[in-house]
């Protein structure tokens, strides 16, 4: 039986204010693809489906669409929700929806309700009683669970062994008349994970992480919520988004696991990689380099992240990077060789300033990081003469 773990499709998300529904359409065609092309028998998706509780109707489209093409591929599909999800929504009909192959699993009261799949053993005969068991763990907000699980203490760590113990149990029970071998879905963060920024904080003072050891045990372990694919274990790791959602992103190499089970365990595990839409572009330079430089001339189809390190914040920057990179994003300086006299602090700066004219051109210096040119000291010199003459009038 083969796997394909996948999670944080995080879709109707943007990037910056540009919208990635087309990309994550390409990323869509990708995936049915590889479902038909490696004969992929589960596609898991762990949480962070939505990257909203409340998508709008064209994101909920092509969720729609997803489903309906992937079941029509061949392969079930199991889904946990996330923290960016609302569990209610992406939950409803999941009864009737399991009848075309869709498995949802996003109460805790389905904790311990897996999706069973018998594994064939050509030697075995009516014998053969291997099964996969997929357990889905959705995003467990402790205050929310932590009575429902029958914990005291509403922690990441507290619910998380709450729910690993009843997987445990109904593993044990079920081994008694077959042989188990059971995969996990998890939306949390594991302990040993590499975070990027487009992952949100959770809670006031950062994330709660929990130890790897709560995942012993399992085949296999499908954890979301991370962006960066990794492998914490041979048997617990992250797939990653399908696509780079912040600039952070922008060395990862997007993609999934394939997961194949016989009836021994988890045989192998193999990388899959997604491509992606649009490259990333993260640059650094005075703005006479980057618009010079010809090693930049792959980043002119990139979106852009720049930061600018001219001495003086240059006059139109963003005009004139968009001029070579039309899809600069994010701007920044960070100005180098600065001289000390220009980082004082802009009150100690004002204390010194001896008129009406020194006060609003320091404040355009301290704003902008360079001083103002003469047609703005000319500006601002006829705009204080005005406001004087109309003072003056009444």
Known sequence: ????????????????????????????????????????????????????????????????????RLTSAGAKVVLTSGNHDSAIRLGFASRLLERGGVHLRTRPA?????????????????????????????????????????????????????????????????????????????????????????????????????????????????????????????????????????????????????????????SSVAEILWEAPRALAVLRGTLAELLEAPEHQWAETAYCQITLTDAQRPARAMERLRSRFPDTLVLGFDPEGRAPAAIRSYSSRLADAPDDLSVCCGFLEHVRGRVPDDNEKAALASALENVRVREASR
Do not use: C
Not at 235 to 250: C, D, I, K, T
């Open 1 to 68: 039986m083969r796997l394909l773990h996948t999670s944080d499709w995080h879709l109707g998300r943007s990037f910056h204010g540009v919208g990635m529904l087309d990309a994550q359409r390409h990323f869509v065609d990708q995936l049915v693809g590889a479902v038909s092309r490696h004969s992929v028998d589960v596609v898991l998706v762990a949480g962070d489906v939505y990257d909203r509780a409340l998508p709008g109707v064209d994101v909920v489209n092509l969720l729609d669409e997803a489903l309906v």
């Open 110 to 266: 389905d904790l311990a309700e897996p999706l069973l799949l018998p594994l064939e053993d050509p030697g075995a005969g009516d014998q053969a009683a291997a099964v996969v068991a997929i357990y889905g763990i959705p995003w467990l907000e402790p205050r929310l669970v932590a009575e429902q699980l029958g914990v005291e203490t509403a922690s990441h760590f507290e619910v998380t062994r709450a729910a690993t113990a009843l997987i445990r149990e109904d593993i044990e029970r079920r081994s008694a008349s077959s042989t188990v071998h059971p995969v996990v879905l998890a939306h949390t963060f594991a302990s040993g994970g590499i975070s990027s920024d487009s992952e949100r904080d959770l809670s006031i003072g950062g994330v709660g992480a929990v130890p790897l050891d709560l995942f012993d045990g399992f085949s296999y372990t499908a954890l979301g919520h991370l962006h960066g694919r990794q492998a914490l274990s041979p048997q617990v790791r992250y797939s990653g988004s399908p696509l780079a959602y912040s600039f952070s992103e922008a060395t990862h190499r997007k993609g999934g696991w394939l997961v194949d089970i016989g009836t021994d365990g988890v």
